[in-house]
C-alpha cells in the first residue's frame, strides 16, 4: 500500500513536470500536452465569454437622435445607382457558394421571411456608439431555406461598394449566422433603411464590433475557408489595417 503523503504529491507532481518538459521537444507528446492546454482554454473561453448569449436590447427611448453613417455613404457606381433608381425592386441577393440551393431574394421575398426587429447599441473601434432600431429576415431562415453544406465554415458577405484598398466584404462563422439577433436588415428606426446605412440591406451581427455589420450586401457566399477570399484576413479592414476578425463585444 502506498501513503499519499503530501510530500510524495509534490515528488510525484515534479517529476510529471519533468517527464512532460523533456518530452515537449522530442516526441509526439509534447504536441498532445499543448493541444489539450488549447482545447481547454478554447472550451474556458467558451464558458465565459457564450457566444449565443443576446446583445443587450434597449427600448425605444433610448434610441440616439442622431445615428451618423460611417465608412461608404454611397457605392455611387453605375450599378449601384441604376438599382437605387428603382428603389431596389430588380435588386436579388445572391446566397451561393457551399449550399445545396443557391438562392436569388428579392426585397419582396426578404420581407416574406420570418423576421425580428430589435434595438441595439452600434459600436464603432473609431469610438462612437449609437442605439437604433433594426428589422430583417433572421439570417438564420435564409441559410436553412439555401441549405448549407457540410463543409461551409464561413459566411462572406460580398458588398457594394469600394474604398481605397479595394472591395467592401466581411465575414462571420456559423455561431455567429446562427445567432438568434444575426439578421438582414432593410429597415432603420421604422423606416426604409437609408442609402447611407446601406441599403437596401445590412447585416446586423449584434455580438460585433461595428466594421463588421456589412452594408450594400449584395451576396452572401458560403465557404470552406477564407484564404481565397480578399487578402484572405475575412473583411476589407481585417486586410488593409489588420483589424481582428473576430470582433466580439
Ligand atoms: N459595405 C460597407 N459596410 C460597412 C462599412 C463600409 O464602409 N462599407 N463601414 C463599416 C463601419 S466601420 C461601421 S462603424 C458601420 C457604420 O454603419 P452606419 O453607416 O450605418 O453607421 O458600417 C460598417 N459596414
Ligand atoms: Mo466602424
Avoid at 429576415?137 to 457540410?150: E, H, N, T, W, Y
Avoid at 460580398?158 to 472591395?167: I, N, T, V
Avoid at 486586410?239 to 481582428?244: G, Q, R
Wanted: glycine fraction near 10%; charged fraction near 25%.
Amino acid at each position: 500500500m502506498t501513503l499519499i503523503t503530501r510530500r510524495n504529491l509534490i515528488v510525484a507532481g515534479a517529476g510529471g513536470l519533468l517527464v512532460g518538459c523533456d518530452r515537449v521537444g522530442s516526441s509526439e507528446t509534447g504536441r498532445d500536452i499543448l493541444f489539450k492546454a488549447e482545447a481547454v482554454h478554447r472550451s474556458l473561453q467558451r464558458v465565459i465569454t457564450n457566444r449565443n448569449a443576446l446583445a443587450r436590447e434597449f427600448s425605444p427611448e433610448d434610441m440616439s437622435p442622431r445615428f451618423r453613417s460611417n465608412g461608404t455613404r454611397n457605392p455611387g457606381t453605375p450599378a449601384y445607382q441604376a438599382l437605387a433608381a428603382n428603389r431596389f425592386a430588380d435588386w436579388r441577393l445572391r446566397v451561393d457558394g457551399l449550399v445545396t440551393r443557391p438562392l436569388s431574394l428579392s426585397l419582396a421575398d426578404l420581407r416574406s421571411m420570418p423576421q425580428r426587429a430589435q434595438i441595439t447599441r452600434h459600436d464603432c473601434v473609431e469610438g462612437w456608439s449609437a442605439i437604433g432600431k433594426w428589422q430583417g429576415p433572421k439570417l438564420s431562415g435564409i441559410l436553412d431555406a439555401a441549405g448549407l453544406r457540410d463543409n461551409a465554415r464561413y459566411l462572406v458577405f460580398h458588398c457594394a461598394d469600394s474604398l481605397r484598398g479595394g472591395a467592401y466584404y466581411e465575414s462571420i462563422d456559423l455561431i455567429d449566422a446562427f445567432h438568434p439577433q444575426t439578421i438582414l436588415a432593410w429597415a432603420m428606426n421604422d423606416a426604409i433603411l437609408p442609402i447611407a446605412h446601406g441599403a437596401p440591406v445590412r447585416l446586423r451581427v449584434e455580438r460585433q464590433l461595428g466594421y463588421k455589420h456589412a452594408k450594400y450586401v449584395m451576396r452572401i457566399e458560403a465557404v470552406a475557408s477564407l484564404d481565397g477570399i480578399g487578402r484572405g484576413k475575412g473583411g476589407y479592414w481585417e486586410d488593409v489595417a489588420d483589424y481582428e476578425w473576430y470582433a466580439g463585444i
